[in-house]
């Protein structure tokens, strides 16, 4: 069996640790354990939620956000306004792919490409296509099953027979099937198919489910696929503390990695590898992990007693994130909304239909759009635009001075390339049938609902490319006290120009047919709280008190010049220890960032082609010294 006590797991050899059994820790495992050669170890604070009725209905999905049982309910320090954001991470086998709400896209050619431009060799979308592909499975809808127009689909630009199943949703309500053609109307169509790295435009989305329509995740998928190898351990309700070093001097590293130390019901173990540690702890709690380890800034480190192994001060800063803003309208008379269901009885219908038939409101989900700048600009007259500078003279300087200079520029200059290209997203659309409380960001089960009396409709506007930078930062010498998060929304300029923009144009789509059919007087009657309309005038003000967060963090640990990790995601100044999740990502890309990680994105089949040991390649450490490459 593959779940093992902590003393079990303590007394193992393993020839690779993983420390964290979320989205990319369990993918990893699976692919290493295919070598029967290999013995692989896993440490997840969480457990196996892979029959846990919850995690597989999708509808279920946001009532485990700020539950602690399967969420770690991060939060930030105060933002503009003194607004505190809650971030659910999940706390699972499987990670955020428990929890998250299922959607299925893909980042465009060129934010990977981008990658790539920063200096780190190997990272294009031509890299990459070929592992999108072989590790998903997608799921052709039957003809007399299609209820929205999926045209733009190209087979081949998707997978067959890889773990994860991905489809289109089974159950499209009145709101979803208005969406394509309210894009259509306004000349805002999908073109091309966005799992190509190309489409813009409004359409209906691909979701992770699988033939039963229950989510697909990295905990239904990796890991049960690999849960009878002999050579694959995992360690639940345990948490890794540190990371331990033994001195190594080469020309590119100071010291080696061999094992972990963890804590299991109060009891303290060490477990050591033979090969690597690979850190798959996420974007708040990877860097955390590397200062409590004595990697990390060494006024930081100091402040908190911790020896400096490797002074890095790029660890835990350029922290990214989808900075989101909600706009809130009243539906059309007779629309079924999420307000419904304070009726229990529509609850419990629900429900029977879902289980009974798998579909129905909790088999739903929401279309998306991605738009250009210049697509935005066509919903709007010119003196309803925020103006943007072609050349803005405003740096992005790293948060408290820390980080590289050169690195930001660098960004700065391939974020304004996307901003003004007519092929590049900057703004992203969604929506959910019902109202929203943007007053209160820090509870996620407040914030996506309302108690005002009536049935609502909520636009989400999404900036996709975001020119702040943040950082997450220990506030102790304890892996139990959570770290600091500090994303800095809206420090930039640019992007309250850019938000502002989006807020505008959610307002434009909205009055457009056939949506606007869906809402009383054509779009014009707002929920309570809301602006009745939205100008140049109000704009800035209203996006600075009703922002929140699409809850993709990334670039903590940053790869290339300046960064945290090296294009082969080796940890500077280390051998032996690599970090492989969403951390690692230099710059913010358009999509669901989790899919870039996830079983279903193939970067993490593309990192077993460094490692070297998917198959039964070699690879590993001898006598001291890394021979992966």
Known sequence: MVLVTAAVFAASTFDYLIA?????????AARLSENPKINVGVIEVGVDRSSDPKVLTPGLAASMWGDEEYDWAFETVAQVNGRVVAHPRGKALGGSSAINLNLWTHASQKDIDDWGALGNKGWSWADLLPYYKKSENFLTPEVTAQQEDISFVNPSCHGEGGPVQNKFPPFYSDFYNSWSPTFKNLKLGVKDDPKCGLGLGGATTLVSFNENNARSYAGNTYYTLSANRPNLKILTNALVSKINFQPFKSANADLIAYGLDYTSDGNAYTVNATKEILLTAGTFQSPQLLELSGIGSSAILQKYNIPVLYDNPAVGENLQDHLLVPLGFEAAPGES?????????LVQQALELYIKEHTGPFAASTPTAYLSYKQLLSLLLP??????????TTHIAPAAGRGSSAAYDRQTQLTLDKLFSATEAVAQMLFIPGGTTPSDVSNTSIFLQTDAPGKYFTLFGVLEHPFSRGNVHITSSSIQDKPAVDPRYLSHPLDVAIISTIALAM???????????????????????????????????FVRGAFSSEYHPLGTCAMGR?????????????VGLRVVDASVAPLMVSPFFLLLLFPG?????????????????????VEGKDVLG
Not at 20 to 28: F, P, R, S, V, Y
Not at 383 to 392: K, L
Not at 562 to 574: A, I, M, N, P
Not at 601 to 621: C, K, N, P, Q
Request: net charge positive; charged share 20%.
């Open 20 to 28: 964290g059994g979320g989205t990319a820790g369990l993918t990893l």
């Open 337 to 345: 909304t999420q307000e419904d269901f304070r009726d229990p009885s």
């Open 383 to 392: 003196a309803q635009t925020p103006s943007i500078p072609r050349r803005p």
């Open 507 to 541: 307002q434009a789509v909205a009055r457009t047919k056939p949506l606007s059919g869906h809402l009383k007087a054509g779009g014009r009657v707002m929920q309570p709280g809301f602006p009745d309309n939205l100008t140049l005038r109000n704009v800035a003000g």
């Open 562 to 574: 300046g960064g945290v990790v090296d294009e082969r995601l080796r940890v500077k100044g280390t």
């Open 601 to 621: 994105s193939g970067i993490l089949f593309w990192v077993m082609s460094l490692l070297g040991e998917s198959g039964g390649a070699g690879g590993g450490r």
